[in-house]
């Protein structure tokens, strides 16, 4: 029992969701205070409010309602996904489709339906096996298998 536990919890994607978790974390408590620290202010004497704008609040019957925190905290939240979109998820998928690029392609696992019988026939074929019809190749099939134009 205790075995599989720690089997579980060592196993890679555990400890690398974990650190990316941490890191995260930090990463948003950096541009929190970024954005605190330098941003809100800016907007403060942008609007010419004094100092902090996310200090900026108005009243009702009594309740304050501090509308610069959350728009402090909107435009954090901006920073961060736009950082991480930008230095992670973009680069990650330029390398995933760099890794997709080179792998070889079966032109024979893409398939498509006859349109006389319906059955399932790879996309370069030129004649279905189930009902012999003659049928043009699909074009993407063929630029997948090399094959210039169509046959």
Do not use: W
Request: net charge positive; with cysteine.
């Amino acid at each position: 029992m205790l075995s599989g536990f720690k089997d579980f919890i060592l196993r890679g994607n555990i400890v690398s969701m974990a650190i990316g978790l941490a890191v995260g974390a930090a990463f948003t408590a950096v541009v929190t205070g970024f954005s605190t620290a330098f941003i809100a202010p800016l907007i403060g004497l942008a609007t010419r409010s004094t100092g902090d704008f996310s200090t900026a609040h108005f009243t009702v019957d009594g309740t304050e309602f501090p509308y610069g925190k959350f728009i402090s905290a909107a435009i954090a939240f901006l920073i961060t996904a736009a950082v991480l979109y930008f230095l992670v998820v973009v680069p990650m998928m330029k390398l995933q489709a760099r890794m997709d690029r080179d792998k070889p392609v079966d032109a024979k696992a893409a398939t498509r339906d006859c349109p006389r019988c319906y059955s399932q026939i790879p996309g370069i074929a030129t004649r279905c096996a189930h009902c012999t019809s003659e049928i043009k190749a699909d074009p993407e099939a063929l630029e997948l298998a090399g094959l210039p134009g169509q046959r």
